[in-house]
């Protein structure tokens, strides 16, 4: 038997036009919807499901009631059961930082004890893109991040894993489990939700657990970090459109990349 | 997207989760690949397994493998495949509705054994044959016949108009039985790949371009009398059927309006003429505001009907009045779109003209707007006008 948990998070999705309050912004701007990394995360863990005989699969959010939904799609497309975490407390925080999203995980981890913990690389709207690698080091696990192919040998304990670095290089690493994978974009397709799938969710269990729950208290999630302020960057941008066919173009291309002094002597 | 008194927000998790991933399913899938399909008058027919595979053929039924959803999901899976195309919806109404339902409704144990499971993966695809060359608003006049011979039935005939023939691996044929008293219509199963079957596509069409349509021809094919739908005699059997895709139909073509309209609010406040957005003009937002207003109008109705069907109080007549007004109100909601786009209207970049084009087969088929018309006008004087 082999358990797979997989961290998910709800994002707000900023629409193009919207209004900054201080350090918010208007609810009326935002649509929420699964952080992209994570669907890629929990097809990773539903394949892994479906190819092997004893794969439980168990996805764990933090968020208000609103996140349900988010982790029903995810239990329609075969996530086994899901937990979810919030309560006064973490309703009245400003700010959950990372720290803080690894002492909850952490506390779920010491009582589901998965052999494999895949989250998403980052979640798009707060971006801080290190709650994978600080909880596998707070729950004492290996951990692999940016991973985009995976192939586990679970009778061997171990994770073949491919990673993407900067500037295009690949690393080739193995794993030993328990480990987290931080899991990139791309590293497969991620499949929709069928009708059947949606249906079953229905039934499916999401345990609502609270600070408490878990044995945590106000201090896991207080924060070293304040917002200070939020706005929008000036952006300008020039552009020029080239004309003309394939010739014509890289003519006028080359004599502007001249101007701008590249490739000069 | 425009949900203007917020039906929506009532729905229950099950409803929008339907919603949102046909929607995603459509956007992403589908609306990219279907301005090509409808000029070269092709379906994308590699997404037929992968519609299966999300459930969308018959979801509202249960068992074989079949989901068993809501009647407002359901219609919801309508409504947004029709916001993709006509020719999405019908090949999702046909498997489902029209072949699926009576299969489920009135087949013997082993044909639903047989055929519902692959026909809801897709795997297998069906057509339905009730129209005829010479008998389409009356087809109880059909002169497609089976005679019994033996342990077969023995079918001489042709159909017109069919959608999907070209491509199914089995019809339901609806036949006069010559062997039974009263020579009653009856359904039949007929394997395509049987001697003296033959479905030549029809090309051509200037509507439902993205959706394949032929004949069936039906030469002594002989089908073993297990091929029978044997739980259902008499006009009652396509009929029945009938309902439950134009049921299906009433919400479509909510979808197909709610495109045209996000498409041309969307160009309205995005091209300029005379020094601004055209959506600036009283003219233009006359045009949207009675978009919206029809189309909620039309949605109303499209709710309403799936509670009465959800009870078990929805009458053949309540779904007349539903299709004959949401296909109007979409075929004429659709020009007044194509023609806020000026001249880009016309072409296959933007959806109005498809959906337009597409809307006259809707207002056609499944029983045209006049006949429907007359439905209602028996039901509400007690006079049939057509008898
Ligand atoms: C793209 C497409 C796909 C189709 N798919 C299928 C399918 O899968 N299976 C199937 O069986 N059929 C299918 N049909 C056929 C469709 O159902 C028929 O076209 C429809 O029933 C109308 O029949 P008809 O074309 O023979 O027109 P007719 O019945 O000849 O009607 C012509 C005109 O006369 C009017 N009219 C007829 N009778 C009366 C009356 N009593 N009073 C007043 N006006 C009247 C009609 O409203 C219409 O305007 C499809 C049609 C199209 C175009």
Redesign the pocket.
């Known amino acids: 038997m082999m358990k797979v948990l997989v961290t998910v998070k709800e994002v707000a999705e900023v629409e193009e036009d919207f209004v900054l309050d201080g350090t918010r912004i208007d609810d009326r701007f935002l649509e929420y919807d699964l952080n992209e990394w994570d669907d890629y995360a929990i097809e990773t863990a539903v394949q892994l499901a479906e190819a092997g005989d004893d794969v439980e699969v168990v996805s764990a959010t933090i968020g208000p009631e609103r996140c349900e939904e988010t982790i029903r799609m995810a239990l329609a497309k075969g996530v086994d059961r899901g937990i979810r975490v919030w309560d006064d407390t973490l309703a009245s925080v400003d700010l959950l930082d990372v720290n803080a999203k690894t002492e909850i995980f952490n506390a779920i981890i010491a009582e589901e004890e998965p052999d494999l913990i895949l989250t998403g690389v980052q979640a798009h709207d707060d971006s801080f893109g290190a709650t994978g690698v600080s909880v596998a080091d707070a729950a004492g696990y290996e951990w692999a991040a940016v991973v985009n192919a995976l192939d586990l040998d679970a009778d061997a304990g171990v994770a073949h894993v491919r990673r993407e670095l900067e500037g295009g290089v690949e690393e080739l690493t193995d794993v030993e489990l328990p480990a987290v994978l931080t899991i990139q974009t791309g590293i497969n397709e991620p499949r929709y939700a069928s009708l059947r799938g949606i249906r079953m969710a229905q039934r499916k269990e999401i345990a609502q657990q609270t600070l408490d729950d878990l044995g945590l208290d106000e201090g896991a999630v207080e924060s070293q970090i304040t917002l200070t302020d939020m706005y929008e960057p000036e952006s300008e941008s020039d552009v020029e459109l080239f004309e003309g066919d394939a010739d014509a173009a890289a003519a006028s291309l080359a004599s502007v990349l001249r101007e701008k002094g590249v490739g000069a002597q | 997207m425009l949900d203007y008194v917020g039906l929506e927000a009532d729905l229950d998790s099950e409803e929008r989760m339907v919603r949102d991933t046909a929607r995603e399913f459509v956007e992403k899938e589908f609306k990219p690949i279907v301005g090509e399909h409808y000029i070269d008058g092709t379906f994308p027919t590699e997404l037929i397994p992968k519609l299966g595979e999300l459930g969308f053929y018959a979801p509202n039924l249960d068992g074989y493998g079949l989901p068993g959803l809501s009647e407002t999901a359901y219609g919801l899976l309508m409504q947004e495949l029709e916001a993709g195309d006509s020719g999405l919806r019908?090949m999702a109404s046909?498997q489902g509705a029209?072949v699926m339902y009576p299969i489920y409704a009135y087949g013997s144990d082993e044909q639903k054994e047989q055929w519902l499971p692959e026909m809801g993966t897709g795997e297998t695809i069906g057509?339905?044959?009730?129209?005829e060359p010479e008998?389409?608003?009356?087809?109880s006049a059909m002169e497609t016949y089976a005679t019994k011979a033996g342990n077969e039935y023995v079918l001489n005939g042709s159909?017109?108009?069919?959608?999907?023939?070209p491509i199914a691996d089995v019809a339901v044929v609806w036949a006069r039985d010559r062997s039974a008293e009263n020579t009653p219509v009856r359904g039949f199963l007929v394997e395509t790949d049987r001697d003296g079957v033959s479905t030549n596509k029809i090309d051509e069409?200037l509507?439902?371009r993205a959706?394949i349509?032929g004949e069936i021809g039906l030469q002594n094919v002989h089908i073993p009398k297990e091929n029978m739908l044997p739980g259902v005699s008499g006009m009652k059997g396509p009929l029945s059927c009938l309902t439950q895709a134009r049921f299906g139909i009433a919400w479509g073509a909510v979808g197909a309006a709610r495109d045209c309209f996000e498409t041309a609010r969307e160009y309205a406040t995005d091209r300029e003429q005379f020094g601004g957005p055209i959506a600036r003009f009283q003219l233009q937002q006359e045009k949207l505001a009675e978009m919206a207003t029809q189309i909620t109008t039309a949605q109303l109705l499209a709710y309403r009907l799936s509670e009465l069907k959800e009870r078990g109080e929805m009458t053949p007549q309540h779904v007349s009045m539903a299709k004959r007004n949401n296909v109007r109100m979409a075929r004429d909601q659709s020009r007044i779109a194509r023609e806020m786009l000026g001249g880009n209207g016309i072409t296959a970049d933007y959806s109005p003209m498809r959906h337009m084009a597409n809307l006259e087969?809707v207002y056609?088929?499944?029983?045209?707007?006049?006949?429907h018309t007359?439905v209602l006008g028996q039901d509400l004087t007690g006079i049939a006008?057509?008898e």
Not at chain 2, 127 to 131: I, N
């Open positions: 019908s046909v029209l057509c339905f044959g009730l129209t008998h389409g608003s009356n087809p159909k017109t108009w069919i959608t999907n023939s069409k509507s439902l959706s349509t087969t056609t088929y499944e029983g045209t707007h006049d006949i007359l006008a057509f």
